[in-house]
């Protein structure tokens, strides 16, 4: 499979902060990559700089073998993106505005057609003002897709979104992967990233720290599972660490504890014979497979939705 | 060329779409010019030797195009700025020549209708008479679009979000009409306010169009008003280009 986005070396600086730091990578043709990360991770600016919106620093990217920094004009039209609040004339109508935009590049796919993609038939004629949130967000993914772009930028496309409407988004990119589009999707849903991604990166405090399909890394992480609960007591990390069948303690928020582990049924029963034992009160207990929520919290001792 | 074109077809639909725009830009110096007529009906001004009606109607011209130039414009591109209209357009490859060119043309367009009704509905119903050449009429309303379009335009540098855009609209298009002397004259003023009314723009755009109207003057008896307006746009023009903010 050919290599559609190569990005080396990408680095931003904000004065003495360095947003971006030095990241690389590199996305299949067909791929749907997702970048992971906090607020303020660097995901945005580093779609952005490959969008073509920021100006990096340093490095390299190359998009379907083309030098973006160098011909950003002959990337316009080979990309389409989705900014994460993406807004338009109030008073255009649906169908209006994808016309405008097609009318924007060399070619175009109809505006019909659009709309039965992002099914916004009934609503074609609507002005923009009018729609509800996740139909905004269909439209904004319809103008993302007018020029039949080979690469795909998605910002937080379902961030606000109710389920209902998420799902929707979901249906809408699941179809797009079958038309081998490439595509970068930001998030800091973990459901959705297991659920769209081919691959992902984790990006915190402006690096890559793990890039692998989502299974390999809950998997290499070696947490695959996870059992929560209360505790009272002030030092269980050091505590519980010294249990033989425990992989990793965490500390959450609110007096929570996570022991990440291969196997649950031995690990819980091996927890509460040491609990008993030692006369430890422990609450509130949660039992669940990893996701790559735990993965990310292991690695940076943060929630992703802080 | 088919783009610019197709973009100006857009924003005039778009005009036509919103009440605002339309109350201020059209209905709003049309309510002045019936109102003025309808106060004034054949009044005689004995200071000046005119009807005040036939003294003031330039002057609602004049307001008209700035209602567009400065008020419009400016709230009109602030708040699109804001809302990331023009960041989403960047992605794509239309050119900003053909976005701001487009602007320019569409408000010019809405001020020679602005200055048509107005004309049309003073020299109808209020028997003014336009003295001069029309063509010469035509020549100053386009300067002065010119004048306060690159004024609104350089505003929009320094207004950052669409709440400021509107007071800040409102502080300069007021201080242009009254010290601009649109609806009393400039001579009755205290001397520091006459002195900064000979610098603004305002005034002698409204005395270039008052030669014209009332007077008759050609070109030649303006030079200086028409020299000073020019400096404006020269100054308004770069610095607008040179601080431009598409984001």
């Known amino acids: 499979m050919s290599v559609d986005i190569e990005v080396k070396n990408l680095t931003k600086k904000y004065g003495t902060l360095t947003a971006v730091d030095n990241i690389s990578f590199s996305i299949k043709n067909g791929e749907i990559f997702g970048l992971l990360g906090p607020n303020g991770a660097g995901k945005t600016t580093t779609v952005e700089m490959i969008e073509g919106l920021r100006k990096p620093d340093g490095g390299t990217i190359s998009i379907t073998g083309i030098d973006a920094l160098a011909r950003p004009e002959k990337i316009k039209e080979i990309i389409g993106v989705q900014l994460q609040s993406t807004s338009i004339y109030n008073k255009i109508r649906v169908k209006e505005a994808i016309d405008l935009f097609g009318s924007y590049y060399k070619k175009s796919i109809p505006s019909d057609k659009i709309l039965d993609i992002v099914s916004l038939n009934d609503k074609k004629n609507a002005y923009y003002a009018t729609l509800s949130g996740g139909q905004k967000q269909r439209l904004a993914l319809a103008l993302a897709l007018v020029n039949d772009p080979q690469v795909l930028f998605l910002d937080e496309p379902t961030t606000g979104l109710d389920p209902q409407a998420r799902r929707n988004v979901w249906g809408i990119i699941e179809n797009l992967k079958k038309e081998s589009k490439t595509i970068i999707l930001t998030t800091h849903y973990m459901e959705e990233a297991e659920k769209l991604c081919s691959r992902v990166a984790i990006i915190d405090m402006g690096k890559i720290i793990a890039t692998d399909t989502p299974e390999n890394l809950i998997i290499s992480s070696g947490l695959e599972s996870s059992i929560e609960f209360e505790c009272d007591e002030f030092d269980f990390e050091k505590l519980f660490n010294g249990l033989s069948s425990v992989g990793k303690v965490v500390k959450l928020d609110n007096g929570r504890c996570a022991i990440y582990a291969k196997n649950n049924a031995a690990t819980l029963k091996e927890l509460t014979d040491f609990t008993t034992e030692n006369n430890i009160n422990i609450k509130n207990i949660n039992t669940k497979s990893a996701t790559l929520e735990d993965v990310f919290l292991s690695m940076t001792g943060r929630k992703l939705r802080e | ?247």
């Open chain 2, 1 to 247: 060329m088919k783009i610019l074109g197709r973009q100006i077809l857009l924003e005039n639909k778009l005009f036509l779409r919103s009440f605002e725009d339309i109350f201020w830009t059209l209905a709003f110096p049309t309510f002045f010019m019936v109102l003025y007529g309808l106060i004034y009906r054949d009044t005689v001004w004995e200071d000046f030797n005119m009807r005040a009606i036939d003294y003031t109607m330039p002057g609602i011209i004049i307001l008209a195009l700035m209602v567009t130039g400065i008020m419009a414009t400016v709230t009109g591109f602030v708040e699109d700025r804001q809302k990331g209209i023009y960041r989403r357009l960047s992605l794509t490859p239309v050119k900003r020549q053909a976005i701001i060119g487009s602007q320019i043309i569409y408000r010019y367009i809405i001020m020679l209708v602005q200055t048509i009704i107005i004309t049309v509905i003073a020299t109808l119903a209020f028997n003014v008479k336009i003295n001069g050449s029309y063509l010469l009429l035509w020549a100053i309303i386009t300067v002065g679009a010119l004048c306060f379009l690159s004024l609104g335009f350089l505003m929009t540098t320094f207004i950052k979000n669409a709440r400021t855009a509107t007071p800040i609209s409102m502080i300069v298009f007021f201080g242009l009409m009254f010290l601009g002397g649109l609806f009393f004259p400039n001579t009755i003023m205290p001397d520091f306010l006459n002195k900064i009314s000979l610098v603004l723009p305002s005034t002698h755009l409204n005395n270039a169009l008052r030669m014209v109207v009332i007077e008759g003057s050609g070109i030649k008896a303006m030079w200086k008003e028409l020299l000073i307006t020019g400096a404006w746009i020269v100054g308004c023009l770069g610095l607008s280009i040179k601080f431009f903010k598409w984001e």
